[in-house]
């Protein structure tokens, strides 16, 4: 029989932080919202989230990495939307903070999830972050449980 690593989607006890990014605050506010209260429906108790701010996308990985640096949290969740339309340098922020919020989760062993929209525009960021096609920043609240729990139940054999 194998033995299976996957521990399941209980938040108690679990400590989460998730940092967000300012710029395109209309949708960001909703990817918050939409992780932290996900993150309460899992079972996380309120004062074992964390939530911080940062200017832009750009700015995730530093964030995440102090935070998951710091020993103080099971996983990291980064939120964030960058929107074509709107900048013309769309591709170096997207490359940035996808690479950078990688490396955070590879070197620190912080599951850290990447929660940032790169959308072509403004309709598509908003059916993603609490419209029609869901709430990224709930999805990665589901998916920073499982993965805190996997990394828990793998270290502990
Ligand atoms: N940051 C975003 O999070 N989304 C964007 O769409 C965006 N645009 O359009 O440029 C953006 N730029 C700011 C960037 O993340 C940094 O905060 C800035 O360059 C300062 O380092």
Not at 97 to 124: C, H, K
């Amino acid at each position: 029989m194998p033995q299976e690593l996957n521990a399941g989607l209980d938040g108690a006890g679990l400590r989460v932080a998730v940092v967000a990014a300012r710029f395109n605050h209309v949708i960001t506010k909703n990817l918050m919202e939409g992780a932290v209260a996900t993150l309460t429906r899992y079972g996380v108790r309120d004062g074992d989230i964390a939530t911080a701010w940062v200017p832009g996308s750009f700015e995730l990985p530093v964030a995440a990495k102090t935070l998951a640096q710091s020993g103080q949290y099971d996983a990291v969740i980064c939120l964030g939307a960058v929107i074509r339309g709107e900048t013309s340098h769309y591709d170096m922020v997207c490359n940035q903070a996808s690479a950078g919020i990688a490396a955070v989760g590879r070197e620190t062993g912080v599951p850290t999830m990447f929660g940032v929209l790169t959308t072509e525009n403004m309709e598509q960021a908003i059916n993603r972050s609490g419209g029609k096609v869901g709430n990224l920043g709930a999805d990665c609240a589901v998916g920073a449980i499982e993965c805190a729990r996997l990394v828990q139940a793998i270290k502990t054999g």
